[in-house]
């Protein structure tokens, strides 16, 4: 009889343990799937900062705190960079958190960044050996 209780006590110890280790285990991951459409429309740059090595090889950082620019975000996959003299169109994709900006006028190349997004903020990031960028964005 105690062997016996003392089996059901320690199953019932290991089930315990079991149902906490899988609830402790859940998937802490940003939910990412939304972007697509939680991306579209217009954006307002508020900040836009970061750093780049010149000819020079010396460091030049930045963080411009303004709204004068933007981006629009269109369900169709395009898309537009403006501020108050440029217009640059491009197109756009998001897969995982990586947002591809391929500028189809303008002398840019394609852009892969980094997007998080949290209630009407986003932020995207792009980094290189040479430069880092962060803009944070609110959506209008």
């Not at 799937?33 to 217009?42: A, E, L, P, Q, R």
């Not at 090889?57 to 709204?67: F, L, P, Q």
Request: aromatic share 12%; charged share 30%.
């Amino acid at each position: 009889f105690k062997m016996r209780t003392f089996i059901l006590i320690g199953m019932t110890l290991l089930m315990i343990m079991l149902t906490v280790n899988f609830t402790a285990c859940s998937d802490d991951e940003e939910d990412t799937s939304s972007y697509s459409t939680d991306i579209v429309g217009v954006w307002t740059i508020v900040c836009d900062e970061g750093w780049e090595i010149d000819d020079n090889g010396e460091k030049d950082s930045w963080k411009e705190e303004d709204a004068d620019l933007f981006l629009k975000f269109y369900e169709d996959g395009t898309g537009t960079h403006a501020d108050d003299q440029d217009f640059n169109p491009f197109t756009w994709s998001i897969t995982d958190n990586k947002l591809t900006l391929n500028p189809t006028t303008s002398y840019y190349e394609k852009e892969v960044w980094n997007i998080s997004m949290k209630d009407n903020t986003m932020t995207l990031e792009i980094s290189g050996q040479d430069f880092y960028n962060k803009l944070t964005c609110k959506k209008k």
